[in-house]
């Protein structure tokens, strides 16, 4: 088996605040890992440790074959992650976003140019390509959040929460957008509270107060836990959560 | 790598509405105001005289002063109550009590004596009107001597010390040349110490700091992308000064532009490292705003801008040594008023350089992409 990704006994403490709680986990290669929890389970700072963002405060984990507490420029490299908040710059405009980045990662000039022509073409974004992208309407920001969050190929993509604020049409092309880039090989790491989305992932986590409770394919937990939808899994794992908002 | 953060980081500043307006009106308005208002040079001050002689020499002396351009003549007062009384009503700064039989003394070599009293409800304003009226009836006297002491009965051997006085380098104590190069330091600190910073902390309210975070680029480039357009700023923003200082107020540097230049890189590698650390542990705009503000305070009051920092108190001294402000003032001054070169100026520098080198050190450091 090819894990891109692995984590054991992964802690986070804030204070006397443990936000994650010896969390251990693996996804492989390809897959769509969809990563569940309520506000405040520990999501996020999860996430924010594979991403070397956030240093762990004990535990072990590997991203794309790098440890993520001695070899964390390694992993960013081999990373592409779009955040809960919308994180291009909205006074550049659409190409020049896409350039940013594109040169961030080591790519050139002209493979930026001949990458961004065959993307704006893909995502029918020829006619926004020069403009700002603070002028794009929330959807197409977060289609080209995406597209740049993986224009340089990486191995591994973490999303937080992608689809928030978006209408159903919108998350329906963004979620065939997640289904190409895993035919393409990147394995997706993607966070979401919609329980729908959940069922498109080939394998969900469901964290209550910081510990993974559950985890395999929808399928499974819906039989395991004896509900129609996730949604249901969802509302029955959830209610043991003793943490407030 | 760096090339594509520089283009980001220009592009950001020009299509920012208010940046770009900044860097031209912000030297512009200090220039053209500070130098006149920020200044000791007190003219129109109101004076009272009570002249009680009512004789040629008395009304000699009103005459000198009242066309010496200093001083307005606000009334003759009747006695000096009621001189006292305009003083009261803000109307005058200082009267000139002229005594009876003033002439009559002078002409029998007994001596005069005036009296004059200063409002010094503002210490300073009291002080420079009292100067100014005492350097008027000297030289007064002084005429007054000349014309007398030929016909003076006891001439014999008055000897008289002449003090030749020699201001050097700025002869004619013209506040503006001194304020005008230091002023442009100013300038160049709030601009380059300032906006740095607000850019990164912009990013980190914005959160697009974490995008950059969580890519592979070394923290020194993404802080040398933040540093190298306020270098171009800087240097617009000291040239804009050159033009000004010359086009207002006819002030050419006596040294050379490129000893300026040479400095004026140095210091804003210095300024802006201040500003970057500063944002690396503000976590919000007000935050990095208030902060940088108690820093320019104590910086432009301790530089030597308006005091001068020999006339401060011991420990204020020790201070003063370790504000960047200073150093390079004392740079602008020198070069545009002494003509001083690099090697006279070799103390400022390795001061300058020691400082830009500790707080970019210290900026690359505190700059973390991980919590």
Known sequence: MDNVITATNLTKQFGHFTAVDQISFEVERGEIFGFLGANGAGKTTAMRMLCGLSKPTSGIGTVAGFDIHTQTEKVKKNIGYMSQKFSLYDDLKVWENIELFGGIYGMNDQDIKVKTDKLMYELNFEKERNMLVASLPLGFKQKLAFSVAIFHQPQVVFLDEPTGGVDPVTRRMFWEMIYKAAENGITVFVTTHYMDEAEYCNRVSIMVDGRIEALDSPKNLKAHYSAKNMDEVFQKLARKSQRKE | ?371
């Open chain 2, 1 to 371: 790598m760096l090339k594509y953060l520089l283009r980001k980081e220009f592009r950001q500043i020009k299509r920012n509405a208010f940046l770009p307006r900044l860097i031209f009106a912000f030297p512009l308005m200090v220039l053209l105001v500070f130098p006149w208002a920020a200044s000791y040079e007190i003219k129109n001050l109101n004076i009272s005289i009570v002249d009680n002689d009512q004789s040629s020499f008395s009304k000699a002396l009103t005459q000198k002063i009242i066309s010496s351009n200093y001083f307005r003549l606000t009334d003759y007062s009747v006695s000096y109550s009621a001189a006292l009384k305009s003083i009261e009503a803000q109307k005058s700064d200082i009267i000139l009590q002229i005594p009876a039989n003033f002439e009559k003394n002078i002409i029998n070599a007994q001596g005069a004596k005036v009296m004059l009293s200063a409002n010094a409800v503002n210490g300073m304003k009291g002080g420079i009107a009292m100067t100014y009226l005492v350097s008027i009836i000297n030289e007064f006297n002084a005429s007054l001597i000349k014309d007398l002491m030929p016909l003076s009965k006891s001439t014999t051997n008055i000897s008289t010390i002449q003090i030749d006085q020699q201001y050097r380098f700025n002869q004619n104590l013209n506040y503006r040349v001194f304020m005008v190069p230091a002023l442009m330091v100013m300038i160049l600190s709030l601009l380059c110490g300032f906006l740095p910073a607000v850019s990164i902390v912009f990013e980190k309210e914005l959160g697009t700091i974490e995008q950059m975070n969580v890519s592979p680029v070394p923290k020194v480039l993404f802080i040398l992308a933040k540093l190298i357009p306020f270098w171009v700023i800087g240097l617009i923003v000291i040239n804009i000064g050159f033009v000004v200082a010359w086009a207002v107020y006819g002030l050419v540097p006596a040294g050379h532009f490129y000893t300026i230049y040479f400095f004026t890189i140095i210091y804003i590698l210095t300024v802006s490292g201040l500003g970057l650390i500063i944002s690396n542990f503000a976590q919000s705009l007000q935050q990095a705003m208030f902060i940088i503000f108690f820093f320019m305070l104590v910086f432009i009051m301790l530089s030597g801008l308006y005091t001068p920092i020999d006339s401060m108190p011991e420990w204020a001294k020790w201070v003063a040594a370790f504000n960047p402000l200073k150093y390079f003032m004392e740079v602008m001054r020198a070069v545009y008023l002494k003509g001083s070169d690099i090697l006279q100026l070799w103390k400022q520098l390795l001061a300058l350089i020691a400082f830009s080198i500790f707080f970019n050190i210290i900026a690359v450091i505190s700059y973390r992409k991980s919590s």
